[in-house]
């Protein structure tokens, strides 16, 4: 797995509800996503990252910080389940992927990072089999999800994350580090960065 791959693994599993695996899951994906410096999970307790989850993505008194779904930044009427959700499950399907029946709605962030690392992951894969015209046609799909539904969300969904006081700086670190990853692929695959 690229350093590539492995942080849009990294930070679909930081935008995951945290359960007890997460904080030892980590250390490995920082390495190989080549995170340097601290993660923000040293000295966080598995409470403390399920009450910030909860508060800031899913309720609270006044309303949620920052919803991690797309059609909350994409649609005109802002809420959940919209056209850009539609959009993203048939970009799953797109792909023989079959969107999950779970309970979170296709256009969770967490599910769209899972969905680039697939992407991502298996477009190495056939570059290293020397299958660049399948390879080339990934990366299409990678900058037709991209610049459509995930990239122009990025920025707003994390200024009002970054704007919330945290219970843990869990969820902060894991803003900027996702602005970092928007700024490259926005290089890499064309975007909306507007960080």
Known sequence: MSSRSARYALLSRMFS??????????PRLARQAQWSGRLPSENQSLP???AAYTGLFINRLGGVASPPYGSAYL???GGLMGESCRDVEA???GCAL????????????ATELEFMF???DKEEVLRQRGEDEAADELRGQQEAFWQKLLSP???PFCRRLLKEKPL?????SAALRLLELQSDEDGRLGGTSEN
Do not use: I
């Open 17 to 26: 509800y945290p359960d007890a695996d997460l904080l030892s899951e980590l």
């Open 48 to 50: 403390d990252l399920e």
């Open 75 to 77: 649609d005109e009427e």
């Open 91 to 93: 970009a799953y399907r």
């Open 98 to 109: 079959v969107p999950g029946s779970g309970s979170e709605p296709a256009d969770a962030l």
């Open 118 to 120: 697939f992407l991502t």
């Open 153 to 155: 969300w990025l920025a």
């Open 168 to 172: 843990c700086d869990f969820y902060q």
